[in-house]
């Protein structure tokens, strides 16, 4: 079984930062997908950004350029940094982690931007 512990989120304005934190533990594989997916009212649950365990990284569009994802391996760890920050960042952010078929999540945490 796998838990993820996710923190970092809150308040921000407009075109400030955030840097999100998922903390992994339980039965980890050395092989695995770790990343982030966003939810806002309203709509359904979407990707944001990946980082396999060799460290190749996925961005969804909306984010490239903006938000930077890495990973610490002997922590279990995965990081989203989020610069320029628009409204329409705004969501429950839900770390995500991929391994052997099998997905795992965090209980989400709120992102707000204001304008």
């Known amino acids: 079984q796998v838990q993820l512990v996710e923190s970092g989120g809150g308040l921000v304005q407009a075109g400030g930062s955030l840097r999100l934190s998922c903390a992994a533990s339980?039965?980890?594989?050395?092989?695995?997908?770790m990343g982030w997916y966003r939810q806002a009212p309203g709509n359904q649950r979407e990707f944001v950004a990946r980082?396999?365990?060799?460290?190749?990284?996925i961005f969804d569009a909306s984010v490239k350029g903006r938000f930077t994802i890495s990973r610490d391996n002997a922590k279990n760890t995965v990081y989203l940094q989020m610069n320029s920050l628009k409204p329409e960042d705004t969501a429950v952010y839900y770390c995500?982690?991929?391994?052997?078929?099998?997905?795992?999540w965090g209980q989400g945490t709120q992102v707000t931007v204001s304008s």
């Open positions: 995500n982690l991929k391994q052997m078929g099998y997905d795992s």
């Open positions: 339980g039965s980890i594989s050395s092989i695995n997908d």
């Open positions: 980082v396999t365990s060799s460290g190749t990284t």
